[in-house]
């Protein structure tokens, strides 16, 4: 899958992503504002291991955010099933060089067509760390609407924290 977003693009992770996913990944600045499945310290073994799981989902919801050159970030969906099988948690994040440039807005809003041409969802949603604004605007920004907090509903960090939740629903 490819889909370009000005000067960058969503694509695809390909092995050869790996030691760009391990340079962006392995940094304290990243890492605290994900779960705890991303690992830090980030090394090599991880970007390969993580490679392997994105090539392995079927459907394809796990995507690289790439320059002309290499992985920059990733941005992916999380399908549910049963009564939630409408419903796709999306996630993103993105190398610390590539901060502030809209980048991350580009991928969400392209990643948001993309699982609403392509999935039968009613809504796709993210949360976000209260330390995180940044990626609340983000979120604003891609047209995700501030639904509410979730009072002391995380813990990183040894610190137990509030998030919001932002979806976006389809009508």
Known sequence: MRIDIGEWR???LRPDDAPALAKYAN???VSRNLRDRFPYPYRIEDA?????YAREQEPETIFAIASDTEAIGGIGLELYDD???RSAQVGYWLGEPYWGKGIATLALRAVTDYAFTQFDLARLYAYVYEWNPASARVLEKAGYEYEGRLRKSITKDGQTIDQWMYAMVRE
Do not use: K
């Open 27 to 29: 940094n304290r600045n």
């Open 83 to 85: 009564v939630h099988r």
């Open 48 to 52: 390969e291991a993580f490679i392997r």
């Open 10 to 12: 969503l694509r695809s």
